[in-house]
């Protein structure tokens, strides 16, 4: 490759899959922009990366998220930048939150939320704020015991503390993130001492019950994790999904009359176009991957969304098969697998089953589609599409 990447453009960020074809043809391992960070994006490495924790280790979250200019980041502080027994420790303690009575508890009250955000599917709607944000909201309230009155304010705060880069875009933006960590932190300092004092079936309750082995410090940022991890990662998937139904009218009707085939579609999606585009990772020393070294200490972001289409993994990867049965890296690897794998599963499938038979025909409205601007998540910001609904 003849110039650095900047994986944060506009351009890439609405087409990242064009430039990541060329980075596994002729640099499957380089360093890209912002910060030199060092790129992995054939699908042998990455999972090498992934399961190897020894030599990459996860905190690289805590070296991506957490630069001088932010201060104390949760996310960067969280079971998701820690390996080994403090990692197993914090799983353990969750992993019960996310089993299958929990979901099927919650099951029941997503769909019916659904049902009523179909209502909304009439005209120009934007999908994001119509359905791919409220619903994630509410189950992500449901397990951990939030108040479903904070719900139009979660996505915000996510948005903020994800857009972290090495340099803020600009001194508003520094300040806004700053700001939200401080109120993020005061929120759910505020519902641990309330579940101490009235607990309730919900995992803020479990983790407060948890005192001699958990600090405050180390249940928000637990918290806060959960948060993140449950609400953009499906929000982006159902707004890619229902971006490709809308480009793809002969996807959307296969599915509407075959649903028994949506599970089939969630996979390939998480595949095609997933949530997760890339994870970070820190050296712990020098280590040769693919032909070059990458000096200890550097922050390295294995590229799922680009070894998910990898050619040497896949055939023929950048057409989207329903019957393709291999699965993708967009859960994880190793001892990092999502634990909210299931969940999100279990919400993507309420929410295709419950809304395409009421879809009668969707299209994209003119204009650009904006996408965010995260260095490990992707998906559109708002999404306006344009819906006829079934006859009844």
Not at 127 to 134: D, E, G, R, S
């Amino acid at each position: 490759m003849s110039e650095r990447v900047d994986i944060m453009t506009p351009a890439f960020r609405a087409d990242p899959y064009t430039p990541y074809a060329v980075m596994r043809r002729e640099a499957p391992v380089c360093q890209v922009d912002p910060g030199g960070m060092w790129a992995v994006s054939r699908y042998a490495d990455v999972a090498t990366v992934l399961r190897t924790p020894e030599r990459f280790s996860s905190q690289g979250f805590r070296a991506a998220w957490q630069p001088a200019w932010v201060g104390h980041n949760p996310l960067a502080s969280s079971i998701l930048a820690m390996d080994g027994p403090d990692h197993a420790r914090l799983r353990g303690l969750v992993s019960r939150a996310f089993g299958a009575p929990a979901i099927a508890r919650i099951e029941q009250r997503a769909r019916e939320l659904c049902e009523r955000l179909a209502a909304r599917l009439d005209g120009e709607v934007d999908f994001i704020a119509a359905v791919a944000a409220p619903l994630p909201a509410f189950v992500i309230s449901e397990l951990l015991g939030l108040d479903h009155a904070l719900e139009p304010h979660f996505k915000r705060w996510m948005d903020d503390l994800l857009s972290v880069t090495p340099e803020p875009a600009s001194t508003e933006h520094a300040a806004r993130v700053r700001a939200t960590i401080a109120q993020l932190d005061r929120y759910m300092a505020d519902v641990i001492e309330a579940r101490r004092r009235s607990p309730s079936d919900d995992l803020v309750s479990e983790l407060a019950r948890a005192g001699e082995l958990l600090g405050d410090r180390e249940i928000i940022d637990l918290l806060v994790s959960i948060l993140g991890g449950g609400l953009e990662t499906t929000t982006h998937f159902l707004g890619s999904s229902m971006l490709l139904l809308a480009e793809r009218p002969a996807e959307l009707e296969r599915l509407r009359a075959s649903p028994q085939l949506i599970p089939r579609f969630i996979e390939e999606m998480m595949r095609y176009d997933g949530p997760t585009q890339s994870v970070p990772r820190l050296t712990t020393s020098d280590v040769a991957l693919a032909g070059v070294t990458i000096p200890a200490g550097s922050l390295v972001l294995a590229l799922v969304g680009s070894a998910n289409r990898d050619e040497l993994r896949f055939t023929d990867p950048d057409r989207f098969d329903l019957h393709r049965g291999q699965p993708s890296l967009t859960f994880g690897h190793g001892a990092h697998f999502c634990l909210g794998a299931a969940l999100a599963r279990m919400e993507a499938k309420v929410a295709l089953e419950v809304l395409l038979p009421r879809i009668g025909e969707v299209t994209r409205a003119p204009g650009e589609i904006p996408y965010n601007r995260t260095l490990t998540v992707r998906g559109p910001v708002s999404l306006p599409l344009r819906f006829r609904p079934a006859l009844p």
